[in-house]
């Protein structure tokens, strides 16, 4: 029988994988309407409404849809000259200052979160959107949406690391 909390982890990085594969879906679509509107300007010179807009919310998308999966694996940008070589020879040390700084990141998302969450309401009820009415009209409340779930992502991520660096401190530091 597989444990709850690891199936949980098995369940929550298959999500955060399934969220990167969503923003790397979005890149594709992208770049196709992009160069669909580029050929339509050039060829017909028709450009495509609305591929602006719809460009600038996907970038946001993009960016809080990856964000998690970069962070789970390790690829977000960072110094790790001195703290690898700390994990190696003083692990301990080493984790409290991993320890430090997935604190750090945790905080700085849940404090995104926490501003995002009544701008993705305030976007729900008020009916924001982007473009011009009559021409395109884009709402802007699945983008803030988005951002709202990779924050919490991003947060439970570097929470998972901070459980991590307590466990590796508090046992015997070996832990990575």
């Not at 679509?29 to 509107?37: A, G, R, S």
């Not at 050929?39 to 849809?65: H, Q, Y």
């Not at 700084?101 to 009820?125: C, K, M, R």
């Not at 929470?159 to 307590?166: D, I, N, R, S, T």
Request: net charge positive.
């Amino acid at each position: 029988m597989v444990e709850t909390p690891h199936m949980i982890s098995r369940i929550f990085s298959k999500l955060v994988a399934g969220l990167n594969s969503a923003g790397t879906a979005v890149i594709f679509v992208m770049m196709v309407l992009i160069n669909v509107d580029v050929f339509s300007r050039f060829l017909f010179n028709a450009p495509i409404d609305g591929v602006t807009e719809l460009v600038e919310l996907s970038i946001v998308a993009i960016v809080f849809l990856q964000l998690g999966d970069a962070v789970r694996c390790g690829r977000l940008t960072r110094s790790d000259g001195l703290y690898s070589r700390l994990l190696e020879h003083h692990p301990r040390i080493g984790h409290l200052f991993g320890l430090v700084f997935d604190l750090a990141g945790a905080f700085f998302f849940s404090t995104i979160l926490l501003g995002a969450v009544p701008l993705l309401q305030d976007a729900w009820e008020r009916g924001y959107y982007a473009g011009n009415k009559g021409l395109v009209v884009i709402p802007i409340w699945p983008v803030r949406l988005i951002l709202v779930i990779g924050c919490i992502t991003v947060t439970l991520v570097f929470l998972g690391f901070v459980k991590k660096h307590l466990r590796a401190i508090a046992g015997n530091g070996d832990q990575s």
